[in-house]
Nanobody, 125 residues
Framework: QLQLAESGGGLVQPGGSLRLSCAAS????????IGWFRQAPGKEREGVSC????????NYADSVKGRFTISRDNAKNTAYLQMNALEPEDTAVYYC??????????????????WGQGTQVTVSS
């Protein structure tokens, strides 16, 4: 059974940093692209970033470019999202998912079939 588990969320002040992890179990992560998504209360789930199966290609939503960095370690079956210069607007539940990045500038939830349970990120002073 394919399972993904996010960790690393928490409360951080504006301008701070967090590193989210996405650990896979029950399958080999390197066959799949990994996407990070977020959903704030009352809003639709939006794509944040995606990394190809090899790690050679990435994309980012305009709202996080230059602040967030996606990476993966296939040997550890884990993907990461380094988030710097966090803003209150980044507050949301963050999810990782396995699928494919697609051709857009940011990942689409429709292209991903296996999801984690999410981790809360709150940016507030």
């Amino acid at each position: 059974q394919l399972q993904l588990a996010e960790s690393g969320g928490g409360l951080v002040q504006p301008g701070g940093s967090l590193r989210l992890s996405c650990a896979a179990s029950g399958f080999t992560l390197h066959y799949y692209a990994i996407g990070w998504f977020r959903q704030a209360p009352g809003k639709e789930r939006e794509g944040v970033s995606c990394i190809s199966s090899s790690g050679g290609s990435t994309n980012y939503a305009d709202s996080v470019k230059g602040r967030f960095t996606i990476s993966r370690d296939n040997a550890k079956n884990t993907a990461y999202l380094q988030m710097n210069a966090l803003e209150p607007e980044d507050t949301a539940v963050y999810y990782c998912a396995a699928g494919w990045c697609g051709s857009g500038s940011s990942p689409s939830p429709a292209d991903f079939g296996s999801w984690g349970q999410g981790t809360q990120v709150t940016v507030s002073s």
